[in-house]
């Protein structure tokens, strides 16, 4: 069973749109979450932390849903400089020795 | 800022060759880590070490070993390298207690086998 799932896409939008990207995880005990974003060849980037109450950081839009076990991220207006891979990550645990698990991406081309 | 520095970007290397990929970190972080990602299958945890001299594997540490004789500094060894290991290797760093919003990635280092 896989730990994190996220749709690999590709989402190809033109400039202005709309999209919405999901994740979901399997471990229930899961304590952080967070949007990551990786350019072609590049390395990932946190994008923004994922908070229950939801969170805005300008044109994105995070949510977490811990009964669901869901994840997402919305993105308005989209740009041409939002084509990316969008990364979901989980923390499985608050103690020492553990790692982030990363979804294997969700890709975005915003077309002019 | 933080600063995670994998000084070999590029390399070509024949199979059975022994391969060490350096990475180094400024900012004295307990927690490193070594991934690998592959088209299709993202990010994949080999080995991490929270602590000098300790080390845990990942999901996929077969083919791989990794050295921690200083904090700054986590090693990852190929001891003998395998077409199966042409892939981009992300070395990453965090401080102990870390909720994930504060993991810092090298530039990664792109491996050939042939």
């Known amino acids: 069973r896989k730990e994190v799932e996220q749709d690999p896409g590709p989402f190809n939008v033109p400039e202005g749109a709309t999209v919405a990207f999901n994740c979901t995880y399997s471990?229930?005990?899961?304590?952080?979450f967070f949007w990551y974003r990786q350019d072609c060849r590049k390395e990932p980037k946190l994008l923004m932390s994922?908070?229950?109450s939801g969170n805005e950081d300008g044109r994105f839009t995070a949510q977490l849903n811990r009964a669901s076990q869901y994840i997402s991220l919305l993105i308005r207006d989209s740009k041409l400089s939002d084509s990316a891979t969008y990364l979901c990550v989980v923390n499985p645990s608050m103690g020492a020795g553990t790692a982030l698990i990363f979804g294997k991406g969700t890709t975005l081309s915003v077309s002019s | 800022d933080v600063k995670v520095t994998q000084s070999s970007r590029y390399l070509v290397k024949r199979t059975g060759e022994k391969v060490f990929l350096e990475c180094v970190q400024d900012?004295?972080?307990?927690?490193m880590f070594w991934y690998r990602q592959d088209p299709g299958l993202g990010l994949r945890l080999i080995y991490f070490s929270y602590d000098v001299k300790m080390k845990e594997k990942g999901d996929i540490p077969e083919g791989y070993s990794v050295s921690r004789e200083k904090k700054e500094r986590f090693s990852l060894i190929l001891e003998s390298a395998s077409t199966n290991q042409t892939s981009m290797y992300l070395c990453?760093?965090?401080?102990?207690?870390?909720?994930?919003?504060?993991?810092?990635f090298g530039e990664g280092s792109w491996l050939t086998v042939v």
């Open positions: 994922v908070y229950s």
């Open positions: 990453a760093s965090s401080p102990q207690g870390a909720l994930g919003n504060t993991i810092y």
């Open positions: 471990n229930s005990a899961s304590q952080s």
């Open positions: 900012m004295d972080h307990e927690n």
